[in-house]
């Protein structure tokens, strides 16, 4: 669904990516972690098309991002390509099922109320749509934004320490509403990660170090990511 060949961004001398080549196949939930700075970050940024390489090629869905202008990757990313992250970047002044239905409202369209409703449901929050922000816990808010991300039907979801705002539990939840979105919807996720714990909900995980794939890890359990991390 997701591939990437050859990628390599830079920043100044610093190479936050390397060559990388990697794919992420359709209805699979994959885990990206490595040390500060390895350019998870990057990785994902990169592969979402909200920053572009230096070198390589990505592509989305079969579509090449890299030459498309300006213009059609937003339409792209708006329309393929969901992402969540650890902040969560809801607007406080809208509702949840106004939250959801932003990317419709970007895109020009009135939101589909039925459409809205579906993704609220589908991450558990039918009865939470009128609310506010400021009146959802932390892991509702972050499944608002997990709705607002899938409302689209993108071929893919980014999330960027999705977990790390959050405690334990709820933290928990929403990596149990993830893995339910692969398993249940095939829905292609590829998650950036500290925490072995969050990695094992993966299908694979993947390790960077200093810009580059240094290991990779199929159906993980949190002590073999933490052993995994300790040979680094
Ligand atoms: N906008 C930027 N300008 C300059 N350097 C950057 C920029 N973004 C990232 N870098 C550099 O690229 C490298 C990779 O950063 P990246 O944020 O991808 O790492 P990361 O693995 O996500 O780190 P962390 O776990 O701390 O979030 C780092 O050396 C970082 O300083």
């Not at 992402?83 to 990317?103: I, K, S």
């Not at 939840?173 to 990695?199: C, K, N």
């Amino acid at each position: 669904m997701v591939e990437l060949e050859a990628v390599t961004r830079r920043y100044g001398k610093n190479t936050a990516l390397d060559a990388v080549t990697v794919a992420f196949a359709r209805g699979t939930f994959t885990a990206v972690m490595g040390p500060s700075g390895s350019g998870k970050s990057t990785l994902l940024q990169c592969a979402a098309g909200l920053d572009r390489p230096d070198a390589g090629r990505i592509t989305v869905a079969g579509q090449d991002l890299t030459g498309l202008s300006e213009r059609r990757l937003t339409l792209l990313r708006r329309e393929r390509i969901g992402f969540v992250f650890q902040a969560f970047n809801l607007l406080p002044a809208l509702t949840a099922r106004q939250n959801v239905g932003l990317p419709m409202r970007l895109a020009g369209r009135r939101p589909d109320r039925a459409t809205v409703d579906r993704a609220l449901a589908a991450v558990g929050l039918a009865d939470r749509a009128g609310h506010r922000p400021q009146q959802l816990s932390g892991g509702q808010q972050q499944r608002v934004a997990i709705a607002r991300a899938l409302v689209t039907r993108p071929a893919v979801l980014f999330a960027d320490e999705p977990t790390g705002a959050l405690d334990t539990n709820t933290g928990r939840d929403v990596l149990r509403l993830l893995r339910d979105l692969v398993d249940e919807h095939h829905q292609t996720i590829v998650m950036v990660t500290h925490d072995p714990a969050a990695a094992a909900y993966a299908d694979r995980v993947l390790f960077l170090t200093d810009g580059r794939l240094s290991g990779s890890l199929s159906a993980p359990t949190a002590s073999a990511v933490i052993e995994m991390m300790a040979a680094a």
